[in-house]
């Protein structure tokens, strides 16, 4: 029973570190695309 709490509480650690990634990823995306959008309308 212990071993297995110790695989999920580790299988969780993991999976809101890999959010936290994919959470960035998506800002860091969506900031690269709203700057894009942003030069495109001022070189217009």
Do not use: C, F, P
């Not at 994919?22 to 030069?39: D, E, F, R, S, Y």
Request: net charge negative.
């Amino acid at each position: 029973m212990r071993v297995s709490a110790e695989i999920w509480q580790g299988t969780g650690e993991h999976d809101t570190n890999a959010m936290r990634e994919a959470q960035t990823w998506l800002l860091m995306t969506i900031i690269a695309i709203k700057k894009a959008v942003l030069m495109d309308w001022l070189s217009v």
